[in-house]
């Protein structure tokens, strides 16, 4: 089935769309639809199995984190703790103070600029990243260990693969087959949009060129879906039990698509199979004879008559 074509199935994906709803009535993948523009648009969750037979990459950094400069004598930052003579000092234990936060003053008076302790200039609040000083107020020297906040804040930035978050030692792995993950997408996304929002969702270094996506039946039907495919509207028109049908992603050169009429003999077994070879030759075989009668019969006919004409009298 094309699924390229979206203003034509209109009145058929209306019908599917509520029978999607139906089926997973109260759970959050039912689908939402708007009316932009004159264009009937579909959106929510897509479930996506892995089925990848080659380790992917995990990127090391997330876009959005900044690289700390190296530590040196001459600046300071949180997690820099470094002796005059450039040896590592053991982080110190402070206490955990809770500040309250400090009621503004009163109308008509003049907030004084910010300024530390020492008289330094005033600091510039439109600097995103600027770095505090020793004297600043509540300001926590922090250790190698992570407190489990800012465990939380990091794995917030990266969403794991079954539980799997970076780790240096097992960025390079492969997903288990079969497991399920899911993007939010709509239905004007296109296979090769899907494809880009599902590796940055769990940053994932491998080019989206290197992957594809498969509609695969339990019958062992493979159906690839075309760059200009559009996967949610696929998974509408395929219905939504996924005991039936499921998108995988897989590697572009190491899956091949089944048509239904290869699928239909691949759940069978062997000794099925076997059978249905024996029956197809004793078929050919009575082909093989009939047409061998048949032209034995008509080679016999034209000998006969050439040998008529032969006898015939040649007449003057």
């Not at 990266?158 to 539980?163: A, E």
Request: aromatic share 8%.
């Amino acid at each position: 089935m094309d699924y390229s074509h979206q203003t034509s199935l209109v009145p058929y994906i209306l019908l599917e769309y509520c029978t999607y709803n139906l089926y997973y009535e109260g759970q959050n993948l039912q689908l939402r639809h708007r009316e932009e523009e004159d264009e009937f648009i579909v959106e929510g969750l897509l479930n996506i199995s892995w089925g990848l037979r080659r380790p992917i990459r995990l990127q090391m950094q997330d876009d959005n984190e900044r690289i700390r400069p190296p530590p040196s004598s001459s600046s300071w930052h949180s997690g820099c703790n470094l002796g005059a003579q450039g040896t590592v000092l053991k982080p110190l234990t402070v206490p955990n103070v809770q500040i309250s936060e400090v009621d503004g003053p009163p109308e008509g008076d003049q907030m004084p600029s910010p300024t530390d302790s020492k008289g330094l200039k005033p600091m510039q609040e439109d600097t995103p990243q600027l770095m505090r000083t020793r004297s600043d107020v509540g300001v926590r020297r922090r250790g190698n260990v992570r407190t489990p906040s800012d465990q939380r804040r990091i794995r917030r930035h990266r969403f794991s693969i079954n539980g799997h978050f970076y780790n240096h030692k097992t960025s390079v792995f492969t997903p288990a087959y079969g497991s399920v993950t899911n993007v939010r997408i709509n239905s004007t996304m296109t296979t090769p949009q899907v494809l880009k929002l599902l590796l940055n969702k769990f940053k994932i270094e491998n080019s989206a060129e290197e992957f594809a996506l498969y509609v695969v039946h339990t019958s062992g039907e493979k159906q690839k879906l075309k760059t200009t495919d559009y996967p949610l509207i696929a998974r509408i028109l395929q219905g939504p039990c996924e005991q039936v049908s499921k998108v995988f992603l897989m590697e572009k050169d190491q899956v091949e698509e089944v048509t239904y009429d290869v699928a239909q003999y691949i759940k069978f077994e062997m000794p099925v199979l076997k059978s249905f070879i024996q029956k197809l030759q004793e078929e050919e075989d009575r082909e093989v004879k009939k047409l061998m009668r048949k032209y034995t019969v008509l080679r016999l006919m034209i000998r006969q008559r050439l040998e008529e004409i032969a006898e015939t009298p040649a007449t003057i």
